[in-house]
């Protein structure tokens, strides 16, 4: 997983100062420089480095979320860290679909418990536990699928910040009517539309690189994931105005937490593992056959 365009469309917190606009792009362009790199070459490494990486950010991303919904060190966010680790802990030895069921169980059980105790948001702590966990156990499934995973992995990746990247440029050149203002000012049908047109030229570049036969497929996957990341962006700033806070975390400076620059990977990545399961693994590069 790597970084995306920041979400722009939120207002300052309370006691936040004023940021310079240049000081603020070059700060997050250094975040980006530091990070990026290493995530690559863990990417391109696979195996247990990669394993361990989401692992530690299935970790990370739970306890944003739980300090988002109930607060930071409070039972609910504590359990929610706990089961979104095992959950992915678990899916490593496991067939997808048991994967599936034990993250289910897991999640009602972090909804069942925190409602008996009456713990604070248990339905949004089990909810982010859920989406959390199953977007890590795709990106493991697709990087590890196969011969091609590594490419695989990379297409959607790439999908998402593509989508992010020309939906700000979009958004910011064009301008035009809002695509959701009560939620995300910033956000337009100009940058959301530019964002579908980059996300599906992408597939059909990637499709035609690769030797698809059929490259309208992943050109028409490419759309479908850069739908559903864009929704998934819009969701986490409906849930950060929701419990009134700017960004889930601190931890990467310029960006906020790693939530907020990973939403649109959480709701593309389970959609992606889906579309590329149904698809012929010849043609993926999947099977000696390739």
Known sequence: MTAAVPESGQSPGPGSGPVSPVHDLWRRALS?????????????????????????????????????????????????????????????????????V????????VLVIGSLARWSAPLWSASGVFVIA???????????????????????ISTVVVTDVAAYGAGRSIGGAKLAPSISPNKTWAGGYGGLFAATALGFGAAILYGFQEPWWLALAGAAIAIVAQFGDL???AVKRRFEVKDSGALIPGHGGLLDRL??????????????SQMDPVLLGLTAGS
């Open 32 to 100: 980006s420089a530091v990070i990026i790199p290493p995530v690559l070459l863990v990417l391109w490494w696979g195996g247990s480095p990669f394993t361990v990486l989401i692992l530690a950010s299935a970790a990370l991303m739970a306890w944003e979320w739980g300090s988002m919904v109930s607060g930071a060190r409070t039972p609910s966010t504590i359990a929610g860290v706990v089961a979104a680790f095992s959950a992915v802990a678990v899916s490593q030895f496991v067939e997808p679909l048991t994967a599936l």
């Open 102 to 109: 034990f993250l289910v169980c897991l999640s009602g059980a």
């Open 134 to 156: 199953l977007a890590c156990i795709s990106v493991l499934w697709l990087r590890h699928v196969g011969p091609s995973g590594l490419e695989v992995t990379l297409w959607v």
């Open 235 to 237: 969701v986490e700033s």
């Open 263 to 276: 939403d649109g990977q959480l709701a593309a990545l389970p959609v992606a593992a889906l579309i590329v």
